[in-house]
């Protein structure tokens, strides 16, 4: 079992940034490729970014060059830090593990966090 606790939501004006982090305990986090995802009221969720075990890493095309993620092994935590944001970033953030290759397909990840809530005014 791996446990992860996201903090670092909250209101924030657009253009603004905000850093989410992703607390993992449990088994070795360092074995785990660890993304992000988002879900908006009535929209599904959607694939935001994704760090390899390695480092290796991707992003959704909309959030690239805003947003960037990274992972810090020795905490055991990975982060996303995002900048400018829109009001369409506006949602409930995810962070998730998985072993899978299929990093974009929220369904390979087997452990989720509980979310945490960004809203973005205009």
């Known amino acids: 079992q791996v446990q992860l606790v996201e903090s670092g939501g909250g209101l924030v004006q657009a253009g603004g940034s905000l850093r989410l982090s992703c607390a993992a305990s449990g088994r070795t986090f360092s074995n785990y490729g660890m993304g992000w995802f988002r879900q908006a ?7 935001v970014a994704h760090i390899t075990w390695s480092g290796g890493i991707y992003y959704a095309d909309y959030v690239k ?3 960037s ?15 400018t944001l829109k009001p369409e970033d506006t949602a ?19 452990y989720w966090g509980q979310g945490t809530q ?3 005014s205009s």
């Open 41 to 47: 009221p009535g929209k599904e969720r959607e694939f």
């Open 65 to 67: 060059g805003r947003f």
């Open 69 to 83: 993620i990274s992972r810090d092994n020795a905490k055991n935590t990975v982060y996303l830090q995002m900048n």
């Open 92 to 110: 409930t953030y995810y962070c998730a593990a998985t072993t899978s290759r299929r990093y974009f397909a929220g369904p390979e990840y087997a």
């Open 118 to 120: 960004v809203t973005v």
